[in-house]
């Protein structure tokens, strides 16, 4: 009989160290002017906390100032955003596990070596976990503290939100791996594209359920009740008692109260654990499987016809040089299926925020007429930040992934200008789309004025260029050439600065053109003196602001790409 072969004892700790060490090395590796733009950042960072938890307590203060209802409101405040949360979490790690498990560039390697597939399984969960949680994380940090200040918690309500949130980011880790290996050993292989449609639909259904379940509209609608003690049983019920997010917030609520919060606390924990060793069992069966036909659907794609005539017509009109450049940009592009499957989760989460416009209370008249014409400018800043996620994923990497071909790009005739003006439209274009599409759908579902629909469209058109040209230039300076996953490139130094930077962009821009049109229609409502002019000048300053903001940061990418090229 042949004897088993026993494998070495391999950690996950083992499998994570390099990449471990690698980052340290470029934290301890300072060049000129590192320390300053570190202060930058953790200065830009505090002022954000400080901002979103300020926000937070006043809110919940608010809430505790209502007799009778402010602590249910307070609790299911903090079970929405929960439940947002952890659908976003979901999905994010269900697209990131597809990338981490089955397309990253070291698993040829690792595939090869005599490694445990739990050691691996644990290694990879951990990587997913933490590149699609980080900044729920930090998003949570100031909401958690406003609710130990405003409840007035003690030290240990630190340590006991760390222990409750750790199984809440680590249960949609752990699904969505889970999925993912499925779902690529069902699929034959040269089908990624068909698993990816599957996904999608899967996760419009999960997320439109679970937005649903939160029933949010009811809360704003006390009236639709037959009486108060029926209002306060639906604050007090949990919306969806079988999800991790409303067990997060009873254990929570139930801290701060002091009350017994070890039956919830338990349920996650519980969860979090059986998730994981299911999927380290499935794992250990499929995943080699999964992965080789995952590497034959990728060698497929390659066999295919990549000429587009059609396209090189279309594109005529930009000369040879800029034409070809575009089309590598897209080819590039689809030929990633790290990039392009992240669409899928764009897609989904875009229609779950379009769709649920309907559900607003807004349907009468009198006030809600007022709200329709004014919740535009509040959705252009929630806009704006859709955009610029978008940008951060999709256009900041875009240098970085030129990788080591960019030597062959500078070494021929080619002008840099030439190839950051084809990366800054092949971003732009796209991004224009999607913000008209977004803003216009929701003003149609609004049925507003044409004055704010116009203002509407003009603000988010204008804050297209400026973001792309930022996501471009932050991308220039701060390039991951050695990266081994395009999804990890946002989460660098630069991406966050990018990020801080467009949110004020984003703020100072909605506050220009959204408070004096505001103005506007408020006055216009209700009859009161309203003087057109008086929007002149902020809407002047804000379309300076966006060409400003257009034009230098992409001068500055050129510069610095001369400059690279002549070094």
């Known amino acids: 009989m042949r004897e088993a072969v026993a494998l070495p004892r391999t950690t996950a700790w083992q499998l994570l160290t390099p990449k471990w060490q690698m980052a340290r090395h470029r934290m301890r590796r300072h060049e000129k002017g590192d320390i300053r733009r570190m202060l930058v950042v953790a200065t830009l960072g505090a002022l954000f906390w400080l901002a979103a938890f300020a926000i937070s307590l006043k809110l919940l203060r608010y809430f505790r100032g209502a007799e009778d209802i402010g602590a249910l409101l307070a609790a299911k405040l903090l079970s929405m955003i929960l439940l947002s949360f952890g659908s976003i979490l979901l999905l994010s790690n269900t697209i990131a596990a597809l990338s981490n498990f089955f397309l990253a560039r070291d698993l040829d390697q690792l595939a090869a070596a005599p490694i445990r597939a739990g050691a691996l399984y644990r290694a990879r969960l951990l990587e997913t976990a933490l590149h699609s949680s980080w900044m729920v994380a930090l998003l949570l940090i100031p909401l958690v503290a406003a609710y130990g200040v405003a409840y007035k918690a003690n030290a240990s309500f630190v340590l006991f939100a760390i222990a409750v949130l750790v199984p809440f980011l680590l249960i949609p880790a752990a699904a969505g791996s889970t999925v993912t290996l499925l779902l690529v050993n069902v699929f034959p292989?040269?089908?990624?594209?068909?698993?990816?449609?599957?996904?999608?639909?899967?996760?419009?259904?999960?997320?439109?359920?679970?937005?649903?379940a939160a029933r949010p509209e009811?809360?704003?609608?006390?009236?639709?009740?037959q009486n108060f003690v029926q209002f306060i049983a639906a604050l007090d019920t949990p919306s969806s008692p079988w999800l991790p997010s409303e067990w997060v917030a009873e254990s929570i609520v139930k801290f701060l109260d002091g009350r017994s919060m070890w039956l919830p606390m338990l349920r996650l924990w519980g969860v979090?654990?059986?998730?994981?060793?299911?999927?380290?069992l499935l794992h250990g069966r499929g995943w080699h499987r999964a992965y080789s036909m995952a590497q034959e659907g990728a060698n497929s794609r390659a066999k295919q016809r990549t000429g587009r005539p059609w396209l090189d017509r279309v594109l005529a009109f930009l000369g040879t040089t800029r034409r070809e450049l575009v089309l590598k940009e897209l080819r590039v592009f689809m030929r990633d299926s790290t990039q392009w499957s992240q669409?899928?989760?764009?897609?989904?989460?875009?229609?779950?925020?379009?769709?649920?416009v309907r559900y607003l209370p807004l349907s009468g008249a009198g006030m809600t007429e007022l709200l329709r014409n004014v919740i535009p400018f509040l959705n252009l800043a929630l806009a704006g930040f859709v955009l610029a996620?978008?940008?951060?994923?999709?256009?900041?990497?875009?240098?970085?992934?030129?990788?080591?071909?960019?030597?062959?790009?500078?070494?021929?005739?080619?002008?840099?200008s030439d190839l950051l003006w084809a990366k800054f439209w092949v971003g732009a274009v796209p991004l224009l789309l999607l913000a008209l599409v977004l803003v216009g759908c929701t003003n149609l579902m609004l049925?507003?004025?044409?004055?704010?629909?116009?203002?509407?469209?003009?603000?988010i058109t204008a804050l297209v260029f400026p973001l792309t040209a930022l996501a471009l230039s932050y991308g220039t300076f701060y390039p991951q050439f050695d990266t081994e996953n395009a999804a990890q490139i946002p989460t660098s130094f630069g991406g966050l600065l990018f990020m801080m930077t467009a949110i004020v962009l984003i703020g100072a821009v909605a506050y220009l053109t959204?408070?004096?049109a505001a103005r506007f229609v408020v006055a216009e409502h209700f009859g009161w003196a309203r003087t057109p002019t008086d929007m002149l000048l902020p809407f002047a300053l804000a379309a300076t602001a966006c060409v400003g903001a257009t034009a230098a940061p992409l001068m500055m990418a050129r510069r610095r790409l001369d400059a690279t090229e002549r070094a």
């Open 447 to 459: 049925g507003v004025r044409p004055f704010v629909h116009i203002v509407s469209l003009t603000a």
């Open 189 to 212: 292989a040269r089908r990624t594209r068909d698993l990816l449609s599957v996904i999608t639909a899967m996760a419009v259904c999960g997320l439109v359920l679970l937005f649903r």
């Open 272 to 280: 979090a654990s059986g998730l994981i060793i299911i999927g380290q």
């Open 343 to 356: 669409l899928v989760m764009l897609a989904v989460l875009l229609v779950v925020y379009v769709a649920n």
């Open 218 to 225: 009811q809360l704003a609608r006390p009236e639709g009740f």
């Open 389 to 416: 996620s978008i940008a951060a994923r999709f256009v900041f990497p875009s240098v970085s992934l030129e990788g080591r071909a960019l030597w062959l790009l500078r070494s021929s005739p080619l002008r840099m």
């Open 514 to 516: 959204g408070r004096p």
